[in-house]
Structure formats: structure tokens, C-alpha cells
């Protein structure tokens, strides 16, 4: 049963005072409440794992997480084994991204984070688009193209990408799903928004097979985590509520990739949640995937 003080709190129309505080026990930060803060750094000592790779990747199977998994699957998958990789489970939200060890490995305390311990001191990759160019750079420049118009194209999608999604996770899906109260005004805002994105992926990829022209590239590995998902009706459940169906480019798109050996991969490993064949929540050889339970 709610608290009923909250909810006549949340019914009074909020005057902004003249400076925010934070008031840790007002209780309204949904799903999210007992991870959000409003400062940086750690909150306690906590090392990281470490595992017999290069690369120790830092991460959960949610859509910016997905991106990078897909990426080192797809670098195997290409013959590239020095992009083997430890993946560890970080539980976001039992705030394990602000322990002392994470933090020295992203400050800004999200999933995913890199650490390449091949070199002569460990280089420490954050953001999720920065991983995917670092990763392209160290195995040869692939999944990027290396020749403009192409390079220009794909750069500038994943660039989209980037600064496009946070209206889709941090606007739609946290006022559709997450937020403790149905906001109408930000509902309308963000759908608006969302179904304008889908639109633009919808015209580009009515033009072209992926998003820089014939070939797949890195742009499609940072867009399909998220948008493919979203079309595929795995994300929100909110497929019917934006009419995901209708942008049948981007449906045919994200049908195609799903559909590579490494994506099904990359989706898995990280993944703590969800039947049992869909999750690999640690993964430090590529013969993990055989440990997995078949579907039935
Ligand atoms: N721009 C970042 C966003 C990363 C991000 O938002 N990660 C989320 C999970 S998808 C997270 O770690 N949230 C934990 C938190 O906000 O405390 C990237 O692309 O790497």
C-alpha cells in the first residue's frame, strides 16, 4: 500500500523552491531511488575482478551494455582472437557502479567500462561509444569504415546514437515505465520524440540495407541495442503504445541483425535476468556459450 503522505504530497502543483536539496527519504525516485545521488565518486571500496584476458569488460546486458558485447563477439567472429574478453557482471542496482574500483575505471559510475591490460599500464575506455571506437581502432579499424563518405556516415550515426537515446531510456522509458506516478505532459513529450527518432531511422533505412549504405558497421551495433529492441517490442512494453510495427524498415533491419551468431551472443553475456538460455552472466572463454541451457 502506498504511503499516504506521499501521495498527497504528489498531488499539491510543485513550486521549485529557490535551491534543490536533496531530501534522501522524500522517496521519489521510483525505481531508482535507493541508486540516485546527486554527486560523483565512490561510496565504497570494492576492487574489481580480474580475469586472464586483455580486456575486462565491466558491464550488464542493458542496451548500452549489449552495444559492446555485440562488438567483441563480432571481433571474434571476424578472426580477431585478441579481442577475447572477461565480462563481469556490474549490479546497477545494488549500486555496485559506485564502488572504489568501478569508479576508477569509469568516474562517471555507469555501465558499460573497458580496461585493456595489454599495453604497459591498463588504458581505461568509458562510454559506450568511445569502447566501440576504441575497439575498432585496436583490431584494424573494424566495423569502421575507413574511407569517407562512408567514415563520415558511420561516425556521425553512432554520434546520433549517442545523443539520441537518452531521450528513449532517460525520457520515454523512465516516465512510461519506471516513473512511481504516469506523467501525461511527459509521456506526450517523449513519445513525441521517440516516434520521431524511429521515423528518421524508418527514412534512412528505407534508402540503404544498414545504416552507413551495404555493409554493417559499427553505427548498427550502437543503434540496434537499443532501437532494434525497442521495434522488436522488447523494450518498455511498449511496442503496441508507440506502434513499433509501423516503421517496417527499422523492423526488417533489426529482424536481419538479430539473426547474426554474434548478436545472439553478445545479448546473452551479462545478462542476469530472463529465462535461463537467454543469460550468460559471466563470460571469460567462448566456450561458456555451450554451458548455456537450450531452449526447450
Ligand atoms: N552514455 C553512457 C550511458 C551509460 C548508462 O546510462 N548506463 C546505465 C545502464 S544502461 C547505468 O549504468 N546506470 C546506472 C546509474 O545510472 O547509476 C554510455 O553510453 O555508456
Redesign the pocket.
Known amino acids: 500500500m502506498s504511503d499516504p503522505s506521499k501521495t498527497d504530497r504528489r498531488d499539491e502543483p510543485y513550486v521549485p523552491p529557490a535551491i534543490w536539496t536533496w531530501e534522501q527519504d522524500k522517496g521519489n525516485g521510483g525505481q ?1 531511488a535507493n ?2 545521488r546527486p554527486i560523483a565518486g565512490a561510496t565504497h571500496d570494492q576492487a574489481l575482478p580480474l580475469g586472464r584476458h586483455p580486456l575486462q569488460l565491466y558491464s ?1 546486458a ?4 549489449v ?1 559492446v558485447t555485440v562488438m567483441l563477439e563480432e571481433l571474434l567472429a571476424l578472426g580477431h582472437s585478441g579481442a577475447e574478453y572477461d565480462a563481469w557482471p ?1 549490479q ?1 542496482n545494488d ?1 555496485e ?2 564502488g572504489s574500483g568501478f569508479v576508477e575505471a569509469n568516474p ?5 567500462a573497458l580496461m585493456d591490460h595489454s599495453g604497459p599500464a591498463p588504458i581505461r575506455v ?6 566501440l571506437l576504441y575497439l575498432a581502432e585496436k583490431f584494424g579499424g573494424a566495423f569502421l569504415p575507413s574511407t569517407q563518405p562512408q567514415r563520415a556516415e558511420c561516425l556521425s550515426w553512432l554520434m546520433w546514437q ?1 545523443g539520441s ?2 531521450f528513449l ?2 525520457g520515454f522509458g523512465h516516465f512510461y515505465a519506471y516513473a512511481p506516478t504516469k506523467i501525461e505532459y511527459a509521456i506526450d513529450r517523449y513519445a513525441m520524440e521517440v516516434k520521431r527518432q524511429l521515423d528518421v531511422l524508418d527514412r534512412r533505412l528505407a534508402d540503404s540495407p544498414y545504416l552507413v549504405g551495404e555493409d554493417y558497421t559499427l553505427a548498427d551495433i550502437a543503434v540496434w541495442p537499443w532501437y532494434g529492441a525497442l521495434v522488436r517490442g522488447l523494450l518498455y512494453d511498449a511496442g503496441e503504445f508507440l506502434q513499433v510495427q509501423s516503421y517496417t524498415h527499422v523492423v526488417r533491419w533489426a529482424e536481419l541483425i538479430a539473426q547474426r551468431p554474434a548478436a545472439k551472443r553478445g545479448r546473452m553475456v551479462n545478462r542476469t535476468w530472463g529465462p535461463e538460455h537467454s543469460r550468460l552472466p559471466e563470460r571469460h572463454d567462448a566456450s561458456d556459450f555451450d554451458k548455456v541451457p537450450k531452449a526447450l
Open positions: 531508482f541508486i540516485n550488464l542493458t542496451p548500452n551494455g552495444k556490474i546497477i549500486g557502479q559506485f562517471n559510475s555507469k555501465i558499460p568509458f562510454e559506450s561509444g568511445a569502447i549517442m537515446a537518452p531510456g532517460g
